[in-house]
Structures are given as C-alpha cells and as structure tokens.
Nanobody
Framework: QVQLVESGGGLVQAGGSLRLSCAASGRTASNYAMGWFRQPPGKEREFVASITGSGDITHYTDSVKGRFTISRDNAKNTVYLRMNSRKPEDTAVYYC???????????WGKGTLVTVSS
C-alpha cells in the first residue's frame, strides 16, 4: 500500500512559477513510476506528466511541454511538479499517481486544487 499526499496548490496569478509536491509513504516509492494528472472544472481527469522510478525518463502532455517539469527525490519519497508560465487553463485539481503495472498496483492521492487567475 502507498499513501500519496499532494500539497502546494492554491490561488495563483497567470505567469510565474509554482511547485506541487507529492509525498509518498508506505512501500518504497522508487519502485513506482509516478505521475501527475489533473481534472479541470467540468472535465475528465487527464494525464499531465510522468517519471520513471529511477527518474531517468519523463513524459509530458503536449499542452505543458516546455512549461512544466516533473522530478523526484527518492530519498525523500517525494515527487514534484514545477509549473512555470501558468495559464488560466491550467486551473484544475492536480492528482498524484503511483503506478507499478507489473504488480497491478496503482494508487491515487486526494488531489490539490490549483486555480490560475488571469
């Protein structure tokens, strides 16, 4: 079992930088690929970014490429999402995900709300 707790959300202005954190407890987080997803108001949850357990490979959805950066610190069992050049369309609840598909393990945090004002 892995417990995920997101933090760092809030009301922010467009532009600038914001960093979300996801603290993992329980089993060793480095065994899991980690990801960030988001759910804009009235829309379905969507993929934002992911990072392998070792942190050597990352993936991003096209709309955040060049603006967001996912990273992890396995010593702290924490994954980060740096959000630069925020846009109002980035407004969403951001969820952290831990995935270990070979073992059928997948866990979600409860989310943190990011509201970007123009």
């Amino acid at each position: 079992q892995v417990q995920l707790v997101e933090s760092g959300g809030g009301l922010v202005q467009a532009g600038g930088s914001l960093r979300l954190s996801c603290a993992a407890s329980g089993r060793t987080a480095s065994n899991y690929a980690m990801g960030w997803f988001r759910q804009p108001p009235g829309k379905e949850r969507e993929f934002v970014a992911s990072i392998t357990g070792s942190g050597d490979i990352t993936h991003y959805t096209d709309s955040v490429k060049g603006r967001f950066t996912i990273s992890r610190d396995n010593a702290k069992n924490t994954v980060y999402l740096r959000m630069n050049s925020r846009k109002p369309e980035d407004t969403a609840v951001y969820y952290c995900n831990a995935d270990r598909p070979a073992y059928g393990m997948n866990y979600w945090g409860k989310g943190t709300l990011v509201t970007v004002s123009s």
